[in-house]
């Protein structure tokens, strides 16, 4: 998304916090990349509140900001982080499934061998066959979940 796009989404969900008299998330892929990004500095100038600790990596390799939380409130409310420790994080669901070090028992499966026929230059030694099979297995674990890591936050919510 552009600065200027990003900007009115984020004046047009303040706008509507307040004409609506109710807090709004907004929950998203901006591909920002990097924490000086001038996608993430038009929410924030919007007044959308995105605080640091809401802020993680959410590619695979941990080193990009795609995906982010935002706030904004009909009042002067702040983000409603709850008290746990951690309150926010990202979530390496392949810690669980599709395991790297599992990579040559998903390489059997039928599935994964239909995805990967397309490789057209076959390696020559066992080194390079071991590096093609990984990036092949780790394009085809996330064609099939995600290439993002979900990122979360607790929230402190008041009973009314």
């Known amino acids: 998304m552009r600065r200027g796009e990003v900007q009115k989404l984020g004046n047009y969900l303040r706008m509507r916090s ?7 998330f907004l929950l998203g ?19 959308i509140q995105i605080p640091g600790e809401v802020l993680h990596p959410t590619n695979l390799k941990k080193d990009r900001y795609y ?31 599709y395991r790297d070090e599992n990579y040559r028992q998903y390489a059997a499966d039928p599935a994964f061998k ?21 990036r092949r297995f780790w394009t085809w674990k996330t064609s099939l979940i995600s290439d993002h890591l979900p990122l979360w936050a607790e929230l402190e919510i008041e009973n009314s």
Do not use: C
């Not at 990967?116 to 990984?134: G, I, N, V, Y």
């Open 67 to 97: 995906d982010l939380i935002g706030y904004t409130s009909p009042g002067k409310g702040s983000f409603p982080l709850g008290a746990g420790t951690p309150r926010t994080g990202t979530y390496d669901l392949f810690e669980h499934v």
């Open 18 to 24: 307040r004409y609506e008299d109710s807090d709004l």
């Open 114 to 134: 239909n995805f990967s026929q397309s490789e057209a230059k076959l390696p020559a030694t066992r080194e390079e066959k071991d590096r093609s099979l990984m």
């Open 29 to 47: 892929d901006f591909q920002m990349g990097t924490l000086d990004s001038p996608i993430l500095n038009a929410l924030r100038e919007s007044g």
